[in-house]
């Protein structure tokens, strides 16, 4: 059985910096998709980012370009989130998926992310 363990989100400044992980454990990721996602309160949940294990081809949401960055370290089976300079408005739970076709079949359980202003 797949589990994606999401880790890093905390308290931080408007203007700081966070690293979200996502362990994944249980499954062969080299044919999977690895993807991010965000929901805020009273908001539906939003597509951050994705990365293929077998491949370098990534794509981002417009609302995250040129401030987060995804990565994968294979050996590890971890994908990361890198966060920069952030804003109120990235408030959010940040959650981790995976999928193997058109749909993501795998979620983790969230990692809360706060931005102060």
């Known amino acids: 059985q797949v589990q994606l363990v999401e880790s890093g989100g905390g308290l931080v400044q408007a203007g700081g910096s966070l690293r979200l992980s996502c362990a994944a454990s249980?499954?062969?990721?080299?044919?999977?998709?690895m993807g991010w996602f965000r929901q805020a309160p009273g908001k539906e949940r939003e597509f951050l980012a994705d990365?293929?294990?077998?491949?370098?081809?990534?794509s981002y949401a417009d609302s995250v370009k040129g401030r987060f960055t995804i990565s994968k370290n294979s050996a590890k089976a971890t994908v990361y989130l890198q966060m920069n300079n952030l804003k109120p408005e990235d408030t959010a739970v940040y959650y981790c998926?995976?999928?193997?076709?058109?749909?993501?079949?795998?979620w983790g359980q969230g990692t809360l992310v706060t931005v102060s202003s």
């Open positions: 998926a995976a999928r193997t076709s058109f749909s993501y079949d795998y």
């Open positions: 990365i293929a294990w077998s491949a370098i081809a990534v």
């Open positions: 249980g499954g062969t990721f080299s044919r999977y998709t």
